[in-house]
């Protein structure tokens, strides 16, 4: 059987691009070199994972945020802006005068009181407003599940070992067989087998750290604070969960990760980081990280792509890299589904570079300057602490939040207004759908709140991909029209009255002819 599409790899980012393609009508066959769906590494604490503000928006457009949310630790909501955990892991209500979890920038927290959204202009109150930790577990599972449901083949134990390209086909070897399809994605990860094969460049930084990531039993806590902390010797974090640490060792990345993190070594590397002297009577689980921060220059080559972590790896610092990756999922699934149906405009598909690179090169910048941070000399300290004063004021904490969540991401689409290349507020319509719902089927939109006749002319013969709306919301913010993206985003839109050469224009670019 020939697919449409070859999906290697099936952690959250292949099968969420899976989902993407399979709900826009390609056939999807995704190869996952691992057997069995769970490990320890994957499941409860160890595993979990940070949403921020885009993946949960994408999340909710699809439909699937009520089962991440009943799947997470806690979320977050337009209610309640932060959370804390308390010393067993669970969901904590914090004090009044407490701080609440937001977030941290190397190990120095955020002040979840001092956040403020309302010159948040483009963020309308709705059920993707806020946020959460999943497990990864958890997270593949049901995206595994709606893969399957959606007609996507997945096939565990199949190892991508091989590919050969040719003008309109690739073929890919695993371990199990050979398979035919129009193109490959590589969703394999940061040691991507087949960003290699394909030769693609992989251009960064080399690492200062071995990160270690465990679940311990505590002979002597002594004193062991909970939370992050930045210290004179490095990062250290405890908790949420009982036994969870983590702890950052300088060793210019020489760990061999290849080998068993030992009890004696976690507990050198913590008392020296803490400056406690805390005892440690086992290790449960154990997993180590490096900073080295790279980046495919190109997501695309021939009949080859590639997205998340085998797109970009860097550290964990900052819990960016799933999400940077679910948003590659996002953003490629309806490209290359349209150039699978020959509709798409002659540029879509090098459009996904375009926008999602800058994204991937940021996440990378992020963490790269956590980094020089969390350095133990005098120079980084000084640093560290002109930016906690600056974190701990208001204009600090809003700006720290709104990188972390990506409130305000935005891609460069040309446009006047600035709302173009942003994420499309969840406007509520006058009979209560919301455009979170309106998107579910992966179209795009046409919201005109002007509900002219004309406009909605400019759709036909592109219903297929493309929705018309013509009614009011309860809060326009003062726009008349919107050219909305399968994705969200928004491509065009004005404030005055809709110029209909304007709207057709926006859509024979994102939609064709
Ligand atoms: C300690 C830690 C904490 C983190 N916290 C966060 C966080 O809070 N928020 C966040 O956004 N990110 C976080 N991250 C990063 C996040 O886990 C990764 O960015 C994310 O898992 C990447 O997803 P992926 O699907 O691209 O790759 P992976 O999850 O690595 O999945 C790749 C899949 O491809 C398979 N594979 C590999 N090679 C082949 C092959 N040749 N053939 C077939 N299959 C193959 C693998 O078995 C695997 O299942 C954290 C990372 C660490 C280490």
């Known amino acids: 059987m020939r697919y449409d599409v070859v999906v290697a790899g099936g952690g959250p980012v292949g099968f969420f691009l899976a989902c993407e393609l399979s709900l826009a009508g390609v056939s999807v066959l995704l190869l996952e070199k691992t057997e069995i769906a769970a490990t320890p590494l994957k499941s409860g604490w160890m595993g979990a994972r940070g949403f921020n503000f885009p993946s949960t928006e ?25 959370m804390q955990f308390d010393g067993e892991g669970k969901v904590a209500a914090p004090p009044p005068s407490a701080p609440r979890f937001v977030g941290h920038f190397a190990g120095i927290m955020l002040d979840a009181s001092k956040v403020d959204f309302s010159n948040q202009k483009w963020i309308l109150p709705g059920p993707s407003i ?3 930790m999943v497990s990864l577990e ?16 997945v096939r565990r134990g199949h190892e991508v070992i091989g590919f050969t390209e040719t003008e309109n086909n690739v073929v890919v070897q695993t371990n199990k067989g050979e398979f035919e399809a129009s193109w490959l994605v590589g969703c394999d990860g940061g040691r991507s087998t087949i960003r290699k094969l394909a030769g693609f460049e992989f251009e960064g930084t080399e690492p200062e750290i071995t990160g270690y990531s465990a679940t311990v039993e505590f002979e002597d806590l ?6 992050f902390h930045l210290t004179q010797r490095g990062l250290y974090t405890h908790g949420p969960a009982p036994g969870r640490i983590g702890v950052v060792d300088f060793d210019g990345g020489q760990f061999d990760r290849s080998s068993e993190v030992t009890l004696e070594n976690l507990q050198a590397m913590l008392r020296s980081v803490s400056g406690t002297n805390v005892t440690l009577k086992s290790v449960q689980i154990a997993t180590s990280y490096t900073d080295r921060a790279r980046q495919a220059t190109t997501y695309r080559k021939g009949r080859v792509l590639l997205a998340g972590d085998a797109a970009h790896v860097h550290s964990p610092f900052g819990g960016q890299g799933m999400n940077a990756g679910l948003g590659d999922a996002m953003n ?23 926008e ?10 992020w963490t790269r300057a956590q980094m020089a941070i969390i350095r133990p000399d005098p120079y980084a300290r000084a640093i560290a602490s002109v930016i906690r004063d600056l974190m701990a004021t208001k204009e600090g904490t809003n700006y720290f939040v709104e990188k972390i969540s990506g409130v305000s991401m935005r891609y460069d689409l040309g446009g006047e207004h ?23 089927d992966g179209r795009g939109l046409l919201l005109d709140f002007t509900a002219s006749e004309s406009m909605k002319l400019l759709c036909s013969g592109r219903e297929d991909r493309l929705r018309y709306i013509g009614s009011h919301a309860k809060d326009e913010k003062s726009l008349t029209a919107l050219v909305v993206r399968p994705d969200g985003f928004v491509a065009w839109t004005t404030e005055a009255k809709p110029d209909r050469m304007a709207v057709e224009q926006s859509i024979r670019c994102w939609f064709g002819s």
């Open 58 to 82: 994408a999340f909710y457009r699809r439909g699937l945020l009520d089962e991440v949310k009943a799947a997470s630790f806690g979320w977050t909501g337009v209610e309640r802006p932060g």
């Open 138 to 153: 958890a997270v593949e599972k049901l995206l595994a599940d709606r893969a399957v449901k959606q007609g996507v083949d």
């Open 356 to 365: 999602r690179h800058p994204i991937g090169e940021w996440v990378l910048n």
């Open 222 to 227: 002594a004193g062991l604070p909970l939370g």
């Open 332 to 354: 490629l699934g309806w490209k290359l589904a349209a150039t699978i149906k020959e509709w798409a405009p002659d540029d879509l598909l090098d459009t996904y570079t375009a």
């Open 130 to 132: 806020g946020g959460g």
């Open 418 to 440: 600035p709302l173009t290349g942003r994420s499309c507020p969840d406007f509520e319509l006058e009979d209560g759908t919301r455009l979170g719902d309106l998107l579910r």
